[in-house]
């Protein structure tokens, strides 16, 4: 049987690995990264696991603890292995429960005094972890090194816990040693770079200043300040030197293996009450301490050779291992057997997937546009990969959408359409629902919000896919779910949240299994701005709609003239009051082409209709109204059907972007398909669109109000031909392009459950 041994700590490895192997099993031990001053790298096993060459390259050159992996890297460990044994590295879990269809042993190695395996899952994953485990039914297990905290943890029935505690050596008396000559060694790694260690470091200075010690322990940031610090990794060589060893405890990141090899020798441990010891049922032992001055008192006597303590503190710890030497020869074998049980449920890979996209809001513009472009081109990505996937659209219940047909590109591909209304839900309820399921633990937040689709609250999908972030509210989901991460203007232009605080936002980001944008500024932003994890954040390719053959109409909006069109909407980041004194500007210069101004509500800029109720859009107005230039030669015609909106932009001068610090306007490239020239402000987004493009825009920096109306004069003015890409280039960036499709299909399906 191959096992993957997902731990590379020096202890683990030298003492369990070679128990196994003993037992007739294989394992692979991951070389990448080094976790601690306590990890190791050994390749001594990989011949044994009888692996194809390039398969255990690949794994050698794999980080599996440091981010979120690929599908592929875990259906490569599902082909090979027949077991995976984690700690809690929140990472692995996530990936293992979406896509490992073998056993899974979690042992959580590091011990802390408010541990709770559930309200682990819950903090690190999420609700949809604790449903899925549920799930994996006799295929997940959880390891425990001691029945003693078996007690702690709900999160599955009691015959899929085992307890496992790490394999010791037997006591060994010949190794032991008598005559010590220095008096305490204190243990303590990485102590400017953990803050655990640096709190216990500066506790041990003050209360045993009296005493002669030594710190030892490697120390990944030099301390030059002290030479009682040595830095070494190998604690054992130093351990035999000294007549007693003090332990602080606490709650450690790892299990402090140097106790056991201490014991080994025959060192005398002195350690306080509330660390990792107190699992093993050492309530008892002398060497135990409730308080400081115990702790001094007792090294006192070990350092002035009190045969008497000593004796009693070393027989304690012999018994201490002993019990647990012969607990493993029954625990491992109790172990190996349950992993040889055959499965009492077939792993079902067959069955059609169902991916829910859901838009969070209300949108008509261009979120909503975004969502059926990137709905139609993972359905054709799924059919053109051979994968089954079902697809459901979700969209807010709201009278936006009960006239127009938004959504008929979608009923033409038959893709079930679902309408949903924001639900809050108390603490109180979700406590009930959490208790049906048998969990019970503490730290709920006050509120929750979740969709009512009057069916199942999406819990029928096998994931969520959001196409933004904007979920107001603490999102409580048994589905596990993605997001779409479009921009983050509100870092640039606060006023654009208008007071609400983005924290929801940025929380559900950060708690998704994943998140997906077009731009690697965006991908950067996530994790400066939102604080989202480099490993959540991944790049789909850029993609755009498909829009037919518009002919340019010499007697389209003849009446107007020559024009240029200006498609926005009322938001702040659109930067109206910067173009409309641009345009002034540009206008009392002799200007003559005349503006257009199109979409999504921007109908409420003419001051004929009721108030706007947004201070924002009353400054637009008052502008506009104001001055005689821009009310004789703009015109505002709202959102257009999309063929008016097309002719109009075919036949415009040119297409007009002031707008900044967003995820890019897509009507750009609708413009460049249609042989028009676009004017942009000059932003990142805009900039990668035009790399990844070749439309050759041309740019205009935010408020140069003087730049700005020169630019549009000059265009107004210009003969020349602008060099846009053919049609036939410009394809290869819609969603009818076969390649693009699959390119963003596969990117999803690397980190979704689809």
């Not at 200043?209 to 060589?237: A, C, T």
């Not at 703009?634 to 967003?662: Q, R, V, W």
Request: charged share 30%; hydrophobic share 40%.
């Amino acid at each position: 049987m191959r096992i993957f041994f997902a731990f590379n700590n020096r202890w683990l490895v030298e003492n369990e690995v070679p128990a196994l192997i003993k037992q007739g099993h294989s394992v692979f031990i991951p070389k990448k990264p080094i976790i601690s001053a306590n990890s190791i790298v050994t390749y001594n096993y990989d011949k044994r696991l009888a692996l194809p060459e390039n398969v255990l390259e690949e794994l050698n050159n794999i980080d599996f603890f440091s981010g979120i992996l690929e599908r592929k890297i875990i259906e490569l460990i599902d082909e090979y292995f027949d077991v995976f044994l984690l700690d809690c590295n929140e990472y692995l879990m996530q990936c293992l429960i979406l896509f490992y269809t073998k056993k899974i042993i979690l042992r959580p190695l590091r011990y802390s005094s408010k541990m709770n395996i559930t309200k682990w899952v819950k903090d690190n994953l999420g609700f949809w972890a604790l449903k899925n485990i549920e799930k994996l039914k006799d295929r997940f297990y959880v390891s425990l090194l001691s029945g003693k905290i078996l007690d702690c943890n709900d999160i599955i029935s009691s015959e899929c816990m085992l307890e496992l505690p790490f394999i010791l050596p037997k006591i060994n008396d010949s190794i032991k040693v008598e005559s010590k000559n220095k008096d305490i060694i204190f243990i303590c790694p990485e102590i400017k770079s953990d803050y655990l260690a640096g709190e216990n470091y500066k506790k041990f200075e003050k209360e045993f200043k009296d005493f002669s010690y030594d710190i030892i322990g490697k120390q990944l940031i030099p301390i030059n300040n002290n030479k009682k610090v040595i830095s070494v990794e190998n604690y054992e060589d130093y351990l035999k030197d000294y007549k007693v060893l003090f332990y602080m405890s606490g709650d450690e990141k790892e299990i402090p293996f140097y106790l056991f090899e201490a014991f080994q020798i025959g060192i005398p441990v002195v350690f306080m009450s509330g660390g990792y010891l107190d699992i093993f049922n050492t309530e008892k032992f002398l060497g135990r301490c409730n308080t400081i001055e115990k702790a001094r008192r007792l090294c006192k006597k070990i350092i002035n050779r009190d045969k008497k303590i000593i004796k009693i503190i070393c027989r304690e710890q012999d018994e201490l291992v002993e019990s647990i030497y012969k607990k493993n020869i029954y625990s491992w074998s109790t172990v190996l057997s349950v992993i040889k049980k055959p499965l009492k449920t077939n792993v079902n890979n067959s069955k059609v997937k169902k991916l829910a996209v859901i838009m969070p809001g209300e949108y008509t513009g261009g979120v909503l546009d975004y969502t059926i472009r990137l709905i139609l081109a993972i359905k054709r990505g799924a059919e053109i990969s051979g994968n089954n996937l079902e697809i459901v659209f979700g969209h807010v219940k709201h009278v936006n959408y009960e006239k127009k047909e938004y959504f008929k590109e979608l009923r033409d591909k038959f893709i079930p359409i679902r309408s949903y209304k924001w639900e809050e839900f108390g603490k109180e309820r979700i406590e009930e629902a959490l208790s049906i399921q048998g969990y019970n633990f503490e730290g709920l937040n006050e509120k929750y919000v979740n969709m009512n689709d009057g069916i199942t609250y999406f819990e029928d999908c096998d994931c969520l896919l959001f196409t933004a972030d904007r979920i107001h509210g603490e999102l409580y989901s048994t589905v596990p779910y993605a997001l779409i991460l479009h921009d983050y203007i509100q870092r640039y232009v606060p006023r654009i949240m208008n007071g609400i605080v983005d924290k929801s936002f940025l929380d559900v980001a950060r708690m998704s299994i994943s998140n997906f944008t077009t731009t690697n500024v965006v991908k950067t932003e996530s994790i400066q701005y939102a604080g989202i994890e480099k490993c959540r954040t991944n790049l789909i390719p850029l993609f755009f709609g498909s829009i037919g053959d518009v002919e340019k109409d010499k007697e389209w909006l003849s009446d107007i003239g020559e024009y240029f069109i200006w498609s926005t909407n009322p938001s702040v980041h659109k930067n109206h009051i910067f173009a409309l004194n641009a345009l002034i500007k540009y206008y009392e210069s002799g200007g003559k082409l005349k503006c257009i101004i199109t979409g999504a509500d921007t109908e409420m800029f003419k001051s004929s209709k009721a108030a706007a109720g947004s201070s924002y859009v009353n400054e637009i107005r008052d502008v506009i109204k104001t001055n005689k230039s821009l009310k004789e030669n703009m015109e505002i015609l709202g959102n257009m059907p999309k063929s008016t909106y097309l002719k109009t932009l075919k036949n415009a001068k040119f297409f007009l972007h002031p707008g900044c610090a967003d995820n890019g306007n897509g009507t750009a490239f609708d413009a460049a398909m249609l042989g028009v020239p676009t004017l942009s402000c000059d932003y990142p987004a805009m900039r990668n669109m035009d790399e990844k493009t070749k439309m050759n825009m041309q740019f205009f920096e935010n408020n140069d109000v003087d730049g700005l109306a020169d630019l549009i004069k000059k265009q107004e003015e210009s003969k020349r031909k602008w060099d846009i890409p053919s049609r036939e280039e410009l394809e290869k960036h819609i969603i009818t392009n076969d390649q693009l499709c699959t390119d963003i299909y596969q990117v999803m399906r690397s980190y979704l459950p689809i």
